[in-house]
């Protein structure tokens, strides 16, 4: 594995710092943003993958009523759990991974969340992201995280050319540009501002706090040449 882009270190804590300050003006209020309850956390972050926060945010505040614990949920009827996700418009595979995982923590680690990368990503549905964001937000343990947003932020960014979540270069990239803390704030910030902001298709720069920063930005036309 090479070692990836390079970014002025520089740089790097001036974008990190406007990320932070933005998202502490404008960043959305999301139910499962106030939990510190690690199952409640892992629940959010199933259902958050291929689906929208706001469609999340909906049915999530019921959702963590009824399955509280993974007791709840590991006795849940799977047409019930499969009527629910289909709700968010994901399809009946994640119910199952739910229920599973649910089932797994109450027989495999006595009901509570395990903390190791290794436990978690042997979850049914749990990836290296969700693994990342629950270590990172139920147990503040610095771990990197890469997901699409981050992806589409870094390479508009700094011209990093990721090419998906899975680029061990992308990985190490947010090691260095996360810092030491690896922030939860810093994590939404780039969740928030992908979604408001710096769009796929139509990107705000005019309103991005990043803007002084950007490479993609300087490769668009000026609609007022000289
Ligand atoms: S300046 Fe534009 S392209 Fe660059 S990060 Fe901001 S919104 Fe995205």
């Known amino acids: 594995m090479g ?28 139910p499962w943003r106030h939990s510190e309850n690690p199952f409640h956390i892992l629940l959010a972050e199933i259902l958050l993958r291929r689906t929208t ?40 595979v994640r119910a199952r991974h739910l229920r599973e995982t649910a089932k797994r923590i109450l027989l495999e680690h006595n009901g509570a969340v395990p903390q190791e990368d290794v436990s978690l990503r042997a979850l049914p549905g749990v990836g290296r992201y969700v693994s990342a964001a629950v270590r990172n937000f139920a147990f503040r343990i610095a ?11 870094m390479n508009r960014l700094f011209s990093t050319g990721f090419t998906g979540p899975n680029d061990a270069k992308a990985w190490l990239f947010m090691g260095h540009f996360g810092g030491r803390k690896q922030q939860k704030q810093l994590y939404w910030g780039i969740i928030d501002l992908v979604a ?19 490479d993609f930005l300087r490769t668009i036309p000026s609609p007022n040449p000289g």
């Open 3 to 30: 070692e990836g882009p390079h970014v002025n270190g520089h740089r790097m804590n001036s974008v990190r710092r406007a990320i932070l300050k933005w998202f502490r003006r404008h960043g959305r209020e999301l």
């Open 53 to 92: 926060a706001a469609a999340v945010a909906r049915v999530y505040p019921g959702f963590v009523r009824r399955f509280n614990e993974p007791k709840d949920l590991a006795r849940a009827r799977l047409r019930t759990l499969e009527k629910k996700v289909a709700s968010l418009g994901l399809q009946s």
């Open 143 to 153: 771990d990197p995280m890469v997901d699409g947003n981050v992806i589409h932020l």
């Open 196 to 214: 408001a902001v710096c769009l796929r298709g139509n990107p705000r720069c005019s309103q991005c706090p990043l803007n002084m920063y950007c």
